[in-house]
């Protein structure tokens, strides 16, 4: 009998052992939020923009969903990221609905990018659920790192450009462009604690401490996330190709919408190698590059116009693995939810019921054990293997 019984408990062991040691559980998260920009486009591109798989002005994007690079040795990303649908007549545009829906699942005010108020209604009170409250009331971190935040008269909930800022270290100008709308967070009353924005500058120094948050989401200025083109002209230091703001006079290569993409590429090739080699990705940390909507769909096109999302993590499939499983911000934030157990009780039911990332990452990333319940039951199972083995020889002497 007592041989049966520790024969159990010890497979019981055994199996969480196994499983709990097949993958370990993604860490922080450090989400990376660029803009404006068509991944790939089925068709033609009605926009007018250079979708960015395959564009010369994107030679570090390209290399990390190019099987065999070492760039993407770590990488998976979506081949099916598309925008929300608002009704049936429109896709959430611009861009400030779609951060503030990526953090929250509310819809914003379609068609405003205006800063923060009440006046504009754009300002949520305390009770409405997101990701900074949530994460905060669970003991958890989260930092906001803005570009630009730290110029003289620059605060977070406003928006300010100039061209007599400092030199701007991913594009060598003095050229500065920080927008509220970039910066989800602001738009909720109960997320305005100082503590929780930092300047981008202040990223390097938290990652080579380790004292960056669980999550950190990293808004580039308008010139470094591709919304914006440079005055004048800027030559990229990775190919040594010269862009320029105006087409005129220059093949639409090297101008225009190009030079807002190279700048954005140029821009990741320099912050993503920072965050790999500090020790919060190296214990399985989670980079989530990803653009907020794309150019020229409409809810009947929705599905020819791909959103950038790539995730680079330990748990990641790796070597550029990618699927066409549909995903867009729910399923972001639905996935940041359930890595941390968040409660989930004020959400919408559309972020509720999304899938998650994990077809793109490896088993157990989210979650390494199977769900309590799932455990419950294996645990009863085995009860019963034992009562039997109990239970049998008695009945046997009773007879």
Known sequence: MLRKIILTTTSVLALSSVAQADTTKIGDVFVIAMENQNSAVAG?????????????????????????????????????????????????????????????GQFGVLGSDAVPSTANGNLYGTGVANLGQSLTSAGLTWKSYQEDIQIPGVNVSGNFSGTNGPVNPYNGTTQYNYAAKH???????????????????????????????????????????????LNGSWTDPATGVTYFQSCTGHAAAVCGNQMNIAQGDYFLSQIVPTIEASQAFQDNGLIVIWTDENEGDTPGTNSDYTNMEILISKDAKGNAYTNFVPMNHSTDLETYLQLWGLDQAGYPTAIQTSDTFASLLKPGAITPVPEPGVWTMMLLGFAGVVGLGYCRPRLAAMT
Do not use: C, K, R
Request: charged letters at 5%.
């Open 44 to 104: 033609v591109n009605t926009s007018g923009l250079n979708p960015i798989y395959s564009n010369p002005a994107a030679t570090y994007i390209n290399s990390l969903i190019t099987p065999g690079n070492p760039n993407a040795a770590d990488v998976s990303y979506s081949s099916n990221y598309t925008n929300i649908i608002y009704n049936s007549t429109n896709d959430l545009h611009p861009s400030e609905p779609n951060y503030i829906y990526q953090i929250s």
């Open 183 to 229: 910066n989800p967070f602001v738009f909720f009353q109960g997320d305005s604690s100082p503590s929780n924005y930092a300047p981008l500058t202040q990223l390097s120094t938290d990652l080579a401490n380790n004292t960056v948050a669980n999550f950190n989401w990293i808004t580039p200025d308008q010139y470094n996330d591709m919304h914006t083109a």
